[in-house]
């Protein structure tokens, strides 16, 4: 099993930066892809950015130059800086994780944008 925590939600006004990290413990040997999805009410989860245990990293086509996904596989974390903040982008942020064909969700963290 693994267990995520995520931090850094919160409230933000348009054009400001978030910062979202999420820590992986208990089994964490071989853990793989890592990522962020966000979900509004009434619309399904999407997903928004996601790094390999390599570096290698794909974004959503609307967070791409704005949003930077990166991870400490030392510290079993994963990051999300979030800049130019888009009244759009509000939602519930959750992170993902990957394991020898396991996928793990965290409890999911609100990012409110106001415009």
């Known amino acids: 099993q693994v267990q995520l925590v995520e931090s850094g939600g919160g409230l933000v006004q348009a054009g400001g930066s978030l910062r979202l990290s999420c820590k992986a413990s208990?089994?964490?040997?071989?853990?793989?892809?890592m990522g962020w999805y966000r979900q509004v009410p009434g619309k399904q989860r999407e997903l928004v950015a996601h790094i390999t245990s390599g570096g290698s990293t794909n974004y959503a086509d609307s967070v791409k130059g704005r949003f930077t996904i990166s991870r400490d596989n030392a510290k079993n974390t994963v990051y999300l800086q979030m800049n130019s903040l888009k009244f759009e982008d509000t939602a519930v942020y959750y992170c993902?994780?990957?394991?020898?064909?396991?996928?793990?969700w965290g409890q999911g963290t609100q990012v409110t944008v106001s415009s």
């Open positions: 993902n994780v990957g394991r020898l064909g396991w996928s793990y």
């Open positions: 208990g089994s964490i040997f071989s853990i793989g892809v």
